[in-house]
């Protein structure tokens, strides 16, 4: 569930605010594409909503409808991911440039939709 409307932004906007407020990864445009582990979705910079709660600084959320993951859990889509564990979280396994790690979304995500609700992503 979304808690702020999304700040609309200009392209070049937009990237400098992807590169800033996500420390975890590299984004080289508003085409590089993510995939929640929460939601199980493909996701673009151009597609990633940038909020603000009244007093709080900007963040970037998941576009997904009930799904208001942040950066945490996003990962390049060519890391692998493994099936729920025990407590029904998606754990990844990342092989990157340091090695071999496993990551688990710290929010279990059901794939339920409110009635009503559509999703254009």
């Not at 990237?15 to 085409?31: C, G, V």
């Not at 208001?68 to 990962?75: A, C, K, M, N, Q």
């Not at 390049?76 to 990157?96: K, T």
């Amino acid at each position: 569930m979304k808690i702020a409307p999304s700040l609309r932004l200009d392209s070049a906007g937009r990237l400098i605010l992807l590169r800033q407020l996500d420390p975890l990864r590299t984004w080289e445009s508003l085409d590089d594409r993510r995939f929640c582990r929460c939601c199980h979705k493909f996701i673009s910079g151009r597609q990633i909503e940038v909020t603000s709660a009244s007093g709080k600084r900007l963040r970037l959320v998941c576009p997904t409808t009930d799904c208001s993951s942040t950066v945490r859990e996003w990962v390049y889509p060519h890391e692998i991911a493994q099936p729920p564990d025990a407590r029904g979280r998606r754990v990844l396994r990342v092989i990157d440039k340091s090695g071999e790690s496993f990551v688990a979304c710290e929010k279990p995500y059901s794939r339920r939709r409110t009635s009503g609700s559509t999703n254009g992503a």
